[in-house]
């Protein structure tokens, strides 16, 4: 069965800190990874994807996240944090075999501090 | 065009009432989705259409009734609801149920029951 984990439903950083956001999955075969974020009373816009090619995925915004088979990881990074980088973030992860559906993580809400 | 747009933005309805929530896409996609999303809460699934057919019903409440008149189409109709059916509703798409490139969700729906 497909899971996946946000560690940290609430993570704070300073204006240029690093970000860091943790998403673990299971999965019994390859899975598609996906970051999602979501601004207050908006939609989900997709940040970056990991579909079997190259393990270090670069998004939109100056983010990107690295897909570690042997960690079951697939982390968010981005190097200088923005105010405009406060948000709630979702990973999401998909399989093939279960017709491309999402299984969404609980969502990390990212605050950060000027 | 590379949008799904939700129409309408906010809705207050009674529980005696029938709305209509509507979703359009025209990127060719021929997978759309329902989700609901509580406050901080990951989007849960409501249905899957496929092909302008309902390929998954995740045990949603009669009350609730989908629609895709078309492949560029897809409404959610809505009576008698309950108060806990507050939430936000995403619509969103996918070029299939077979291409794991991830969803584009629209801009939601912001419904409110009284």
């Known amino acids: 069965a497909q899971s996946v984990t946000q560690l940290g439903s609430h993570v704070s950083v300073s204006e240029g800190a690093l970000v860091l956001l943790r998403c673990n999955y299971s999965s019994s075969v390859p899975p598609y990874l996906f970051w999602y974020v979501q601004y207050p009373n908006q939609g989900l816009q997709l940040l970056l994807k990991?579909?079997?090619?190259?393990?270090l995925v670069k998004g939109i915004n100056g983010f990107e996240a690295e897909f570690k088979k042997s960690e079951t990881s697939f982390h968010l990074t981005k190097p200088s944090a923005h105010m405009s980088d406060a948000a709630e973030y979702f990973c999401a992860v998909s399989e093939l075999n279960t017709g491309n559906q999402f299984y969404f993580g609980t969502g990390t809400s990212l605050t950060v501090i000027p | 065009d590379t949008e799904v747009t939700q129409t309408p933005k906010h809705l207050v309805m009674g529980m005696t009432n029938k709305k209509s929530l509507k979703c359009e896409q025209h990127?060719?996609?021929?997978?759309m989705y329902w989700y609901k999303q509580k406050a901080k809460k990951p989007p849960e699934l409501m249905f899957v259409?496929?092909?302008?057919?309902?390929?998954i019903n995740e045990s949603v409440p009669s009350r609730f009734s989908p629609e895709c008149p078309n492949s560029s189409l897809l409404n959610l109709h809505l009576h008698a609801l309950q108060p806990e059916d507050s939430a936000l509703y995403l619509c969103?798409?996918?070029?299939?149920?077979?291409?794991?490139?991830?969803?584009?969700f629209g801009s939601g729906t912001r419904l409110t029951v009284v």
């Open positions: 969103a798409s996918s070029q299939n149920r077979d291409t794991p490139r991830g969803y584009t």
């Open positions: 990991y579909t079997s090619a190259a393990t």
């Open positions: 259409y496929s092909y302008e057919k309902l390929s």
């Open positions: 990127m060719g996609h021929r997978a």
